[in-house]
């Protein structure tokens, strides 16, 4: 079963990029990492999703180094409704399930 | 909104009680997802679905929990016996699903379960 580790919460200020990194051993080689925010009282929202190196899209950067153990999800100059929970997603294959594991979350809090 | 539909969107029942949810995917997603939060944690998976097939299903899934999707769109998750240490966020998510592993799962807004 994939472990992934995130920092618990991070604080930022508006117009600061912000860097989120998570730590996941195991991940299958087929296997893509996803991450997702999550505002309260709603389900999770896709942000981005990459194999490895660099992805970019509209909203955030994503950078996978070559072992694949870690992700880092970056959100250039952020704002106050960029506050919300944000989940790292991989797949780990257990066997013959195949356990998708979301990270424990990290709280980002954007301060004025 | 994601497209994706639960019902209820709360649900209040007494311990030993069964529930089903229902969840309406994106209607040209193959992939359906059912997922469990509770305050503070991320989402545990519980199952998914290749169409009407069910695919997955986690070691933790107790035997109480049961999953269909009989024609491959609409999916049911019902909790029989439920307990108090079931309640929870229940999520679903669908997805186009296909060969490659990239898959974005896009939620619903999910049922509360509260079981006294």
């Known amino acids: 079963l994939a472990k992934t580790t995130q920092p618990i919460s991070m604080d930022s200020y508006e117009g600061q990029e912000v860097n989120i990194t998570c730590s996941h051993n195991?991940?299958?080689?087929?296997?893509?990492i996803t991450w997702y925010q999550q505002f309260p009282s709603q389900g999770p929202r896709f942000i981005i999703q990459g194999y490895k190196t660099k992805v970019t899209n509209e909203v955030a950067s994503l950078f996978i180094p070559a072992d694949r153990k870690s992700s880092t999800l970056s959100l250039p100059r952020v704002s106050l409704s960029d506050t919300a929970v944000y989940y790292c997603?991989?797949?780990?294959?257990?066997?013959?399930?195949?356990?998708?594991?979301f990270g424990s979350g990290t709280q980002l809090t954007v301060l004025p | 909104d994601t497209g994706v539909s639960q019902d209820p969107r709360h649900k209040i029942t007494k311990r030993g009680q069964n529930v089903t949810f229902r969840c309406d995917p994106i209607?040209?997603?193959?992939?359906l997802y059912w997922y469990r939060q509770t305050l503070g944690q991320g989402p545990e998976f519980l199952t998914y679905f290749q169409n009407e097939a069910q695919l997955e299903k986690s070691r933790l899934l107790s035997d109480r929990f049961s999953a269909e999707r009989p024609k491959g769109s609409f999916s049911t998750l019902e909790i029989q016996r439920t307990e108090q240490g079931d309640s929870a966020m229940y999520l679903c998510?669908?997805?186009?699903?296909?060969?490659?592993?990239?898959?974005?799962?896009?939620f619903g807004p999910g049922t509360r379960l509260t079981v006294l």
């Open positions: 209607s040209e997603h193959n992939r």
């Open positions: 997603l991989v797949g780990d294959m257990d066997g013959s399930a195949r356990q998708l594991t």
């Open positions: 195991n991940i299958a080689t087929n296997d893509y």
């Open positions: 998510a669908s997805s186009l699903g296909g060969d490659s592993a990239a898959d974005e799962q896009f």
